[in-house]
């Protein structure tokens, strides 16, 4: 087994929600001071979320999808880290119960 003392964490899970959402919560850790930053791409745009800096404390994480309209896919992508977030990304997904694949927990040394 390795030795993740000094490793940044992300743990977490999709968590049970009443349609149309669907919710990703989830813990960053690390041992030293870090901020956190998120992206969605979009074709014309990036949008992103970005934590305040935290001296080795964990961060909560959450992804939401939240559907705008049935007939046309039409999704909206929050996303929040710490006390940073975004609401400005509206995808069009091929299934309304479409969740990204989530592989987790994740080690990333430095």
Not at 35 to 59: C, E, N, Q, Y
Request: charge should be neutral; charged fraction near 20%.
């Amino acid at each position: 087994m390795s030795d993740n003392s000094s490793a940044l964490v992300i743990d977490g899970s999709w968590v049970k929600t009443a349609r149309p959402n669907r919710w990703w919560k989830g813990q960053v850790s690390y041992t030293d001071a870090y901020a956190l930053l998120v992206t969605v791409a979009l074709p014309d745009k990036i949008v992103w979320a970005k934590s305040r800096t935290v001296g080795g404390a964990p961060l909560d994480v959450s992804f939401y999808l939240h559907d705008l309209s049935n007939e046309e896919l039409r999704t909206q992508v929050m996303l929040r880290v710490g006390d940073g977030w975004t609401q400005d990304a509206v995808v069009c997904l091929d299934r309304s119960d479409y969740l990204p694949a989530a592989n987790f927990p994740f080690h990333l040394k430095p």
